[in-house]
T-cell receptor, first 111, second 115 residues
Framework: GQSLEQPSEVTAVEGAIVQINCTYQTSGFYGLSWYQQHDGGAPTFLSYNALDGLEETGRFSSFLSRSDSYGYLLLQELQMKDSASYFCAVRDHNYGQNFVFGPGTRLSVLP | EPEVTQTPSHQVTQMGQEVILRCVPISNHLYFYWYRQILGQKVEFLVSFYNNEISEKSEIFDDQFSVERPDGSNFTLKIRSTKLEDSAMYFC?????????????FGSGTRLTVV
């Protein structure tokens, strides 16, 4: 089977740094993606990690440890507009290499 | 910036009726997908489509569902004999071949309400 776990909610203040963790269990792991979704909007691609390590894209960074079946999304210099749901998604061989999404983490950024 | 277009944005249908959700993927993309999201829940994979045929489908995608690429631009999801539990946001997505580092581009979704 397959499972992904994320915290359901995270709250932080403007300017802070927040880390959203994702753990997964699957026999067919290829890579891990992160998507952002604002209320009523479509998921928007943020990052993809196929190899261990940290990928940085502006204020957002994503980390993967394949040996620990773990990844995280790091958001720096938080802004109010970062308030959204964040989904990790595993590219899974058992699903034809399609992405399977986690339950999502709702991030609330407070002033 | 290229985008995936979905129509209609909102569809209300009576239980037992058939609906067709329409999508226009990005023109140079080769892989197409349908996902759905029940309100407040996670995004669930339904089906992927490549080279004019289904490449993978989930257990959700049973005989009630079908997909079609009727011409060079449209990609449709048909739901036959709709049920109340089919009420959800349906997202179409597309991607370039094997460009996983670019992710999927999702459309804005069609909110299906079955009454």
């Amino acid at each position: 089977g397959q499972s992904l776990e994320q915290p359901s909610e995270v709250t932080a203040v403007e300017g802070a740094i927040v880390q959203i963790n994702c753990t997964y269990q699957t026999s067919g792991f290829y890579g891990l993606s992160w998507y952002q979704q604002h209320d009523g909007g479509a998921p928007t691609f943020l990052s993809y990690n196929a190899l261990d390590g940290l990928e940085e894209t502006g204020r957002f960074s994503s980390f993967l440890s394949r040996s620990d079946s773990y990844g995280y999304l790091l958001l720096q210099e938080l802004q109010m507009k970062d308030s959204a749901s964040y989904f990790c998604a595993v590219r899974d061989h058992n699903y034809g290499q399609n992405f399977v999404f986690g339950p999502g983490t709702r991030l609330s950024v407070l002033p | 910036e290229p985008e995936v277009t979905q129509t209609p944005s909102h569809q209300v249908t009576q239980m037992g009726q058939e609906v067709i959700l329409r999508c226009v993927p990005i023109s140079n993309h080769l892989y197409f997908y349908w996902y759905r999201q029940i309100l407040g829940q996670k995004v669930e994979f339904l089906v992927s489509f490549y080279n004019n045929e289904i490449s993978e489908k989930s257990e959700i995608f049973d005989d009630q569902f079908s997909v079609e690429r009727p011409d060079g631009s449209n990609f449709t999801l048909k739901i036959r004999s709709t049920k109340l539990e089919d009420s959800a946001m349906y997202f179409c997505a597309s991607s370039e071949e094997e460009r996983y580092n670019y992710g999927y581009t999702f459309g804005s979704g069609t909110r299906l309400t079955v009454v």
